[in-house]
Protein backbone atom coordinates (compact mmCIF):
# COMPACT_ATOMS: atom_id res chain seq x y z
CA UNK A 1 0.00 0.00 0.00
CA UNK A 2 1.36 3.67 -0.77
CA UNK A 3 1.16 5.91 2.16
CA UNK A 4 -0.49 8.41 -0.39
CA UNK A 5 -3.46 6.47 -0.35
CA UNK A 6 -4.16 7.12 3.22
CA UNK A 7 -5.89 10.28 2.96
CA UNK A 8 -3.79 11.96 5.91
CA UNK A 9 -0.65 11.38 3.94
CA UNK A 10 -1.86 12.30 0.92
CA UNK A 11 -0.73 15.93 1.27
CA UNK A 12 2.71 14.36 0.95
CA UNK A 13 5.07 14.57 -1.77
CA UNK A 14 6.60 11.27 -3.15
CA UNK A 15 10.24 12.36 -1.65
CA UNK A 16 8.56 13.03 1.65
CA UNK A 17 6.73 9.55 1.72
CA UNK A 18 9.74 7.82 1.02
CA UNK A 19 11.09 9.75 4.13
CA UNK A 20 9.00 8.11 6.50
CA UNK A 21 7.96 4.76 5.21
CA UNK A 22 11.24 3.72 7.46
CA UNK A 23 9.24 4.69 10.50
CA UNK A 24 6.51 1.79 9.29
CA UNK A 25 6.11 -1.60 10.08
CA UNK A 26 3.83 -4.40 8.56
CA UNK A 27 2.52 -6.89 10.39
CA UNK A 28 0.02 -9.40 9.58
CA UNK A 29 -2.83 -11.04 11.61
CA UNK A 30 -5.08 -13.95 11.47
CA UNK A 31 -9.01 -14.07 11.34
CA UNK A 32 -10.40 -13.39 14.90
CA UNK A 33 -6.57 -12.60 16.20
CA UNK A 34 -6.38 -9.70 18.67
CA UNK A 35 -3.87 -6.52 17.63
CA UNK A 36 -4.52 -4.79 21.06
CA UNK A 37 -6.78 -5.37 24.06
CA UNK A 38 -8.65 -2.11 25.70
CA UNK A 39 -6.38 -1.11 28.43
CA UNK A 40 -3.11 -2.33 27.10
CA UNK A 41 -0.59 0.59 26.26
CA UNK A 42 -0.93 2.30 23.27
CA UNK A 43 2.35 2.03 21.80
CA UNK A 44 1.38 1.91 18.03
CA UNK A 45 -0.80 3.94 15.20
CA UNK A 46 -2.50 1.36 12.68
CA UNK A 47 -3.68 1.63 9.43
CA UNK A 48 -5.16 -1.37 7.53
CA UNK A 49 -3.24 -2.06 4.50
CA UNK A 50 -5.55 -5.36 3.45
CA UNK A 51 -8.65 -6.97 5.32
CA UNK A 52 -10.61 -5.26 7.86
CA UNK A 53 -10.43 -4.78 11.43
CA UNK A 54 -13.52 -4.22 13.95
CA UNK A 55 -12.69 -2.01 17.15
CA UNK A 56 -15.11 -3.23 20.20
CA UNK A 57 -16.01 -3.36 23.73
CA UNK A 58 -17.93 -5.36 26.24
CA UNK A 59 -21.21 -4.29 26.95
CA UNK A 60 -22.02 -4.33 30.92
CA UNK A 61 -24.10 -7.66 30.45
CA UNK A 62 -20.70 -8.85 28.52
CA UNK A 63 -21.61 -8.73 24.77
CA UNK A 64 -19.45 -8.26 22.40
CA UNK A 65 -20.23 -4.33 20.96
CA UNK A 66 -18.79 -3.53 17.42
CA UNK A 67 -17.99 -0.21 17.64
CA UNK A 68 -16.27 0.64 14.34
CA UNK A 69 -15.11 -1.66 11.28
CA UNK A 70 -11.63 -0.34 9.78
CA UNK A 71 -11.23 -0.87 6.20
CA UNK A 72 -8.43 -0.60 3.84
CA UNK A 73 -6.60 2.37 3.93
CA UNK A 74 -8.24 3.85 7.45
CA UNK A 75 -5.91 3.87 10.63
CA UNK A 76 -6.96 2.76 13.88
CA UNK A 77 -5.58 3.22 18.04
CA UNK A 78 -4.79 6.63 16.68
CA UNK A 79 -6.97 8.73 19.55
CA UNK A 80 -4.82 6.49 22.77
CA UNK A 81 -1.49 6.99 20.79
CA UNK A 82 -1.93 10.80 20.85
CA UNK A 83 -3.05 11.17 24.07
CA UNK A 84 -0.76 8.47 25.49
CA UNK A 85 -3.52 6.90 27.51
CA UNK A 86 -4.31 3.26 27.21
CA UNK A 87 -6.54 1.89 24.35
CA UNK A 88 -10.13 2.33 25.41
CA UNK A 89 -11.46 -0.90 22.82
CA UNK A 90 -10.18 -3.89 21.75
CA UNK A 91 -9.04 -4.45 17.57
CA UNK A 92 -9.63 -7.42 16.25
CA UNK A 93 -9.26 -9.07 12.88
CA UNK A 94 -12.51 -10.02 10.93
CA UNK A 95 -10.50 -11.88 8.30
CA UNK A 96 -6.40 -12.05 7.09
CA UNK A 97 -5.32 -8.74 7.49
CA UNK A 98 -1.96 -6.54 7.09
CA UNK A 99 -1.33 -3.55 9.31
CA UNK A 100 1.18 -1.02 9.03
CA UNK A 101 2.05 0.61 12.15
CA UNK A 102 4.40 2.95 13.43
CA UNK A 103 5.47 3.90 16.82
CA UNK A 104 4.16 6.68 19.01
CA UNK A 105 7.69 8.26 19.37
CA UNK A 106 8.20 7.65 15.31
CA UNK A 107 4.55 9.48 14.84
CA UNK A 108 5.54 12.43 16.85
CA UNK A 109 8.55 13.02 14.59
CA UNK A 110 6.40 12.52 11.58
CA UNK A 111 4.05 15.25 12.69
CA UNK A 112 6.98 17.61 13.98
CA UNK A 113 8.27 17.37 10.68
CA UNK A 114 5.07 17.85 7.96
CA UNK A 115 2.43 19.79 10.65
CA UNK A 116 0.25 19.36 7.81
CA UNK A 117 -0.28 15.78 8.57
CA UNK A 118 -1.64 16.49 11.85
CA UNK A 119 -4.16 18.92 11.30
CA UNK A 120 -5.93 16.10 8.87
CA UNK A 121 -5.11 13.38 11.57
CA UNK A 122 -6.80 15.72 14.29
CA UNK A 123 -9.90 16.37 11.95
CA UNK A 124 -10.29 12.80 11.10
CA UNK A 125 -9.88 11.98 15.21
CA UNK A 126 -12.84 13.94 16.09
CA UNK A 127 -14.99 12.78 13.35
CA UNK A 128 -14.37 8.86 14.54
CA UNK A 129 -14.79 10.11 18.33
CA UNK A 130 -18.10 11.97 17.38
CA UNK A 131 -19.06 8.50 15.54
CA UNK A 132 -18.54 6.09 18.64
CA UNK A 133 -20.38 8.76 21.03
CA UNK A 134 -23.03 8.80 18.71
CA UNK A 135 -22.70 4.69 18.35
CA UNK A 136 -22.96 4.66 21.69
CA UNK A 137 -25.92 6.79 22.25
CA UNK A 138 -27.76 4.91 19.72
CA UNK A 139 -27.91 1.78 21.41
CA UNK A 140 -28.83 3.06 24.33
CA UNK A 141 -31.85 5.74 23.38
CA UNK A 142 -33.20 4.14 20.39
CA UNK A 143 -34.91 1.17 18.87
CA UNK A 144 -33.40 -1.89 17.26
CA UNK A 145 -34.99 -1.45 13.82
CA UNK A 146 -33.58 2.31 13.88
CA UNK A 147 -30.02 0.77 15.28
CA UNK A 148 -29.69 -1.38 12.50
CA UNK A 149 -31.03 0.60 9.85
CA UNK A 150 -28.45 3.65 10.76
CA UNK A 151 -26.13 1.15 11.02
CA UNK A 152 -26.69 -0.38 7.45
CA UNK A 153 -27.12 3.47 5.83
CA UNK A 154 -23.79 4.21 7.58
CA UNK A 155 -21.82 1.64 6.31
CA UNK A 156 -23.53 2.02 2.76
CA UNK A 157 -22.08 5.91 2.92
CA UNK A 158 -18.68 4.52 3.82
CA UNK A 159 -18.63 1.77 1.32
CA UNK A 160 -19.68 3.67 -2.05
CA UNK A 161 -20.02 6.81 -3.66
CA UNK A 162 -24.15 6.15 -4.67
CA UNK A 163 -24.52 5.22 -0.94
CA UNK A 164 -26.41 1.92 -1.83
CA UNK A 165 -23.76 -0.71 -1.10
CA UNK A 166 -22.12 -2.48 1.36
CA UNK A 167 -18.61 -3.57 -0.38
CA UNK A 168 -17.88 -6.33 2.21
CA UNK A 169 -19.55 -9.50 3.71
CA UNK A 170 -21.42 -8.78 7.12
CA UNK A 171 -22.93 -11.16 9.28
CA UNK A 172 -26.35 -11.71 11.20
CA UNK A 173 -24.00 -11.71 14.23
CA UNK A 174 -21.64 -8.98 13.27
CA UNK A 175 -25.05 -6.93 12.61
CA UNK A 176 -26.36 -7.98 16.04
CA UNK A 177 -23.14 -6.79 17.94
CA UNK A 178 -22.88 -3.56 15.95
CA UNK A 179 -26.31 -2.48 17.04
CA UNK A 180 -26.38 -3.95 20.63
CA UNK A 181 -28.86 -6.80 20.06
CA UNK A 182 -29.42 -10.43 19.67
CA UNK A 183 -28.75 -12.69 16.82
CA UNK A 184 -31.98 -13.24 16.66
CA UNK A 185 -33.31 -9.55 16.54
CA UNK A 186 -30.75 -9.17 13.81
CA UNK A 187 -32.38 -11.78 11.48
CA UNK A 188 -35.78 -10.84 12.06
CA UNK A 189 -34.91 -6.85 11.21
CA UNK A 190 -32.92 -7.54 8.26
CA UNK A 191 -36.15 -10.33 7.01
CA UNK A 192 -38.61 -7.44 7.50
CA UNK A 193 -36.45 -4.67 5.44
CA UNK A 194 -36.16 -7.31 2.95
CA UNK A 195 -39.55 -8.16 2.75
CA UNK A 196 -40.83 -4.39 2.53
CA UNK A 197 -38.32 -3.95 -0.05
CA UNK A 198 -35.77 -1.93 1.26
CA UNK A 199 -32.81 -4.30 1.32
CA UNK A 200 -31.59 -7.25 -0.90
CA UNK A 201 -28.31 -9.49 -0.37
CA UNK A 202 -26.52 -10.28 -3.05
CA UNK A 203 -23.35 -12.78 -2.62
CA UNK A 204 -23.41 -11.92 0.95
CA UNK A 205 -23.10 -8.04 0.93
CA UNK A 206 -26.38 -5.62 1.55
CA UNK A 207 -27.64 -3.74 -1.54
CA UNK A 208 -30.04 -0.70 -0.44
CA UNK A 209 -33.05 -1.26 -2.54
CA UNK A 210 -34.75 1.72 -1.27
CA UNK A 211 -32.84 4.70 0.22
CA UNK A 212 -35.60 6.87 1.13
CA UNK A 213 -37.98 3.84 3.32
CA UNK A 214 -34.94 3.23 4.77
CA UNK A 215 -33.76 6.41 6.41
CA UNK A 216 -37.32 6.27 7.79
CA UNK A 217 -36.55 3.82 9.66
CA UNK A 218 -33.38 5.15 10.75
CA UNK A 219 -35.05 8.39 12.05
Keep these: MNLKEVTFFSVLSDEDVAEIMPYFQSAAYKKKEMIFSEGDRSDWLYIVSTGKVKITRQSQDGKELILEIIQPKELFGA ?117 LGLLSEEKGMFVIKDLEGLELFGH
Excluded at 124 to 149: G, P, Q
Excluded at 155 to 169: E, G, Y
Excluded at 172 to 187: F, P
Design 79 to 195: VAAFKGFPYPANAVAMEQSTVLKVSRKNLFKIIDRFPDVMFSIASLLSDRMKDSHDTLKNIALERVESRIASLLLKLALKSSPDALHIDFKLTKQDIADMAGTSVETSIRTISKFKQ
